[in-house]
């Protein structure tokens, strides 16, 4: 008999176990593939990868299969997916970012001032304080504490279209429809010297040289209808470089953590420019209409500089530069920084522009044009808003399609036009909060850097806080 039951053991050992490859998120191999038992779930992988990386810090792991993320027994998700044990079976493990998303469910605060639309929101770096402008010309300081009005920045002659923090916190530089730049102190409300001329029109984008690249902040790139983007020197209130080369406007600038700038435009194409002298040094086409947004995987590093979660606060920037240098490293890891650009011609595309100039993937499905990209803070996911009145999602690292968010009955621009704003949980796929409250179309929406708070501002004049 004894004889007999070996080899039904042995069979189902055979059955229990099943072959899996684990991968990074570029998909390179961690290792050989194993033999991992069926009932492993999360919580075992987390210990098998930690191992197979000789990581001395445990560090947290969340698993993906074909995009989903595993949360159950590799049995059950199996069964549930009627998955062949026959295959290989690839598991993507993601290093989890430090930080905390609160999913925001109520008004917390809704506080007017602003005599017209409010046009663009943005927190500071480390989410203490908030700004707005608006077409009222106004820039406005609010207190995120007694949510007030805290200060009022007269000196603007048109619309306010877009404020941008630099990653220290130590200034606030608007651009508005008139084409002239103005530079505040956060502190106390007050202009830092004359408007910064030489933009003929209106300016469609403003981003600050990274702190782990240069600190204190001086530096920072601004965009504009004109064509053209202008490097400017806080310290010296002047202008420093011209990058001159896009035959129509430009539609969006950023400034990344390997320290270029890229520039794209409604010329179809998108400029890599060096920072020293202002040469133009790679050109990404593809698109066939104008490209209306760019985003980068580092972005919320970027942003945020030396300020994380915890709301540490530096005494030099020396000591912030190192900080933010280690944030940076550890966000990028050892892939490249990534850079996704959306269309007019619907289309979407994701680049790797240190390593190629040739888009890495091209990602298609939106019905009209998309107006907005943006990567989540880990650069894990992309999510694309378009006029086909979908919000859709898409893997970070690969650019394949994962998604779509529909609810919206308007086009959505940053977010919405439909007046509400809407919350996705992206474990579930479904709407996870509905925020109407805004009396007409939503322009600007932002998302506290500590993950707490959310800031909207729109056609009816009032600035919304909304809170976990």
Known sequence: MEAETGPVVEKREIINNVMCLLTDPD?????APMYLPQNAGPQQLQQIVNKLLNNEEKLPYAFYISDEELLVALETYLQKNKVSVEKVLPIVCQPQAIFRIRPVNRCSATISGHAEAVLTVAFSPDGRQLASGSGDTTVRFWDLGTQTPLYTCTGHKNWVLCIAWSPDGKHLVSGSKAGEILCWDPQTGKSS???LIGHKKWITGISW????????CRRFVSASKDGDARVWDISLKKRVLCLSGHTLAITCVKWGGDGVIYTSSQDCTIKVWE???????????????WVNSLALSTEYVLRTGAFDHTGKQYSSPEEMKKVA????????GNAPERLVSGSDDFTMFLWEPFINKHPKTRMTGHQQLVNHVYFSPDGQW????????????WNGTTGKFVTAFRG???PVYQISKDSTLKVWDIRTRKLKQDLPGHADEVFSVDWSPDGEKVASGGKDKVLKLWMG
């Open 325 to 332: 240098l280690e944030r940076y490293k550890t966000m990028r």
């Open 193 to 195: 010297g004359n408007p």
């Open 209 to 216: 040289e990274p702190v782990h690249l240069s600190a204190p």
């Open 408 to 410: 919206h009955v308007g």
């Open 27 to 31: 998909g390179t191999p961690l290792g």
């Open 382 to 393: 992309i999510a694309s808003a378009s006029f086909d009145k979908s919000v859709k999602l």
């Open 275 to 289: 920072t020293t002298q202002g040469k133009l040094i790679r050109e990404l086409k593809g698109h066939g209409h």
